[in-house]
């Protein structure tokens, strides 16, 4: 069968010879041949439009299966967050720094300042970013690493957290 661009240039040309023809015997003669042209585009129109929700529920099955696939990434990756706290925790409770294993070595590493400010409006306005209203948290920790000063709205913290190599 043809395309539906072949079947559609047909269907135009055959319109054109519709406007040329002279008497009503060819009129009528290219006027069967345009009804069994807009046959043949109706089956075409048909085919696509089976072939297009065919496409669309693939494409729904392919993103159901990628919701499915990161929510087990997420679960997977939880998983793996469980495991480092609890060996985190272990391993600061036994007061061990480090564990050799056959495939590798476990080893306490403590992790670099960080603040979480508490109250914006308390922070002062040395520490606020111009830009937009946000604070400058990276300078906030360098500040209290240097001098030792608590800063209000702001509180410093510091983790532990294990590392594997």
């Not at 409770?93 to 306490?108: A, F, P, Q, S």
């Not at 590493?109 to 606020?128: K, M, Y």
Request: hydrophobic fraction near 45%; include cysteine.
């Amino acid at each position: 069968m043809a395309t539906l661009y072949e079947l559609s240039a047909g269907y135009a040309s055959l319109l054109d010879m519709y406007d040329l023809a002279e008497t009503d015997a060819e009129r009528a003669d290219i006027m069967d041949m345009l009804a069994s042209a807009e046959g043949d585009i109706a089956e075409k129109a048909e085919a696509y439009a089976r072939i297009m929700k065919n496409k669309q529920a693939e494409a729904e099955g392919f993103k159901a299966e990628a919701d499915r696939l990161t929510a087990k990434r997420r679960a997977a990756e939880a998983v793996v967050d469980r495991m480092k706290e609890a060996i985190t925790t272990a391993m600061m409770m036994v007061d061990v720094r480090e564990i050799g294993t056959t495939i590798g070595k476990w080893r306490l590493q403590i992790n670099p300042w960080s603040c979480e400010v508490l109250d914006a409006n308390a922070v002062p306005e040395e520490w606020h970013i111009k830009v937009e209203d946000k604070i400058d948290r990276a300078g906030l920790v360098r500040h209290f690493k240097e001098t030792g000063e608590l800063i209000d709205g702001v509180e410093f913290r510091q983790s532990v957290g294990a590392r594997f190599r």
